[in-house]
């Protein structure tokens, strides 16, 4: 994989937060090239004059959008543990094509591998993976969706919206008709607080043509912030 442009969104003291692009894996891949990861690293140590850099957080190759790199170690150990103890707000866009078996709400349960690297979620409550979400009709058969994970599962929310009878459109892996230009899943905003100091981010898909309709730019802008959206108590 050829070196892509690196979107730095902010640079902290103590982080980086990079917009990372679709269909890029982020550790390196056999036969592929470098992953966003040693990207990243490479253009810091180049451009930024940062020796090291400890990602703290990871999204699947097919979603794009906000990612945190720790600067140093001691920042990287407290965004685990801000991650840890769900101190992190995230908030994600997606969009799919179906009628969901609900418009918004919550979808929990235990995850469980399934075949050819697929998870299924189960109806168990041991270590339920949480999604919240609330949806916006676009057109005929076809919702974006807002949704806020309170756990971080590994394919937390295309399993979440798979099992609503919705997957993402463009998922490779949860949606037979694959046949799109990316996988439209975006996260789209983070906010936590670090060392006193509170940091808030938000950033619209800019790539895939179902993310760059006038409908969804404009529902987009209804939603920004999300954090300031209705979300029931959980």
Not at 19 to 40: L, M, R, T
Not at 78 to 107: C, M, N, S
């Amino acid at each position: 994989m050829s070196n892509i442009a690196i979107n730095i969104i902010d640079h902290q003291d103590d982080f980086l937060v990079v917009d990372k692009p679709a269909n890029i894996n982020f550790h390196d891949e056999e036969n592929i090239g470098s992953g966003f990861y040693s990207q990243v690293k490479k253009f810091a140590a180049n451009q930024l004059g940062i020796a090291e850099i400890f990602p703290v957080h990871r999204l699947d190759k097919m979603t794009s959008g906000l990612m945190i790199f720790a600067k140093n170690i001691n920042s990287a150990r407290a965004f685990q543990l801000l991650f840890e103890q769900h101190q992190v707000q995230k908030f994600y866009l997606a969009i799919a094509d179906g009628k969901p078996k609900k418009k918004q709400g919550l979808v929990k349960g235990d995850m469980e591998k399934s075949r050819r690297g697929m998870w299924k979620l189960m109806r168990t409550m041991n270590n339920p993976a949480i999604s919240q979400f609330q949806s916006y009709n676009l057109a005929p058969k076809r919702r974006l969706y807002l949704v806020k994970p309170h756990s971080g599962k590994t394919h937390q929310i295309r399993v979440a919206l798979n099992s609503i009878g919705v997957p993402i459109l463009g998922d490779p892996l949860y949606n037979s008709n694959i046949e799109s230009d990316r996988g439209y899943l975006h996260a789209f905003a983070l906010a936590f607080t670090l060392n006193n100091v509170t940091h808030q981010y938000c950033r619209a898909p800019d790539t895939g043509a179902k993310f760059n309709t006038p409908e969804v730019i404009n529902a987009i802008k209804q939603l920004t912030p999300p954090w300031q959206q209705a979300w029931p108590k959980i």
